[in-house]
């Protein structure tokens, strides 16, 4: 199973900032940039005024070799978008981090998240039998 995300490394301009790092944890921070603001379109998202958080996937096997799946923007504020060359992804349930389903939807490429309040949830991609195909993690912001 190939799970990627977006393809462009996130960056950040701003006055001042740095990173710490050591076997177990890595900081990053960031001074300037009192506003936050937030452009995207169907192909890319920007947010300025914060750091960017790396992308972090976990996937479940499942998909077939050669069927691959990009999820992006992650994190995303109104929007998850997805570009598979699977055919056998039917429908999504979004589970928040105490496992409660938040979240049913037939497979939509342009998944509107707006509803869902800032947090931490994992995504499940089913087949028509409801088989789980793969498993992902993603942040609201």
Same mark, same amino acid.
């Given at each position: ?13 701003n006055a001042s900032g ?35 958080p790396h992308l972090e ?7 077939? =070799? %050669?069927?691959?799946?990009? #999820?992006?923007?992650?994190? &995303?504020?109104?929007? /998850? *978008? ?34 869902? =309040? %800032?947090?931490?949830?994992? #995504?499940?991609?089913?087949? &028509?039998?409801?088989? /789980? *195909? ?8």
């Amino acid at each position: 199973m190939a799970t990627q995300a977006q393809s462009i490394e996130p960056s950040v301009v701003n006055a001042s900032g740095g990173w710490i790092q050591n076997a177990t944890v890595l900081v990053e921070w960031s001074l300037g940039e009192p506003a936050i603001t937030t452009i995207s379109n169907a192909e890319n998202i920007v947010t300025q005024g914060f750091i960017q958080p790396h992308l972090e996937i976990s996937g479940v096997d499942g998909l077939i =070799p %050669g069927e691959e799946i990009t #999820v992006y923007s992650n994190p &995303a504020r109104d929007h /998850l *978008l997805f570009k598979t060359n699977s055919t056998r992804i039917a429908s999504l349930t979004v589970y928040d981090l105490l496992g409660r389903v938040v979240l049913k939807n037939a497979f939509v490429p342009n998944l509107d998240i707006r509803q869902l =309040p %800032g947090g931490v949830y994992f #995504v499940s991609l089913l087949d &028509a039998k409801s088989r /789980l *195909l793969t498993t992902f993690k993603i942040i609201k912001i």
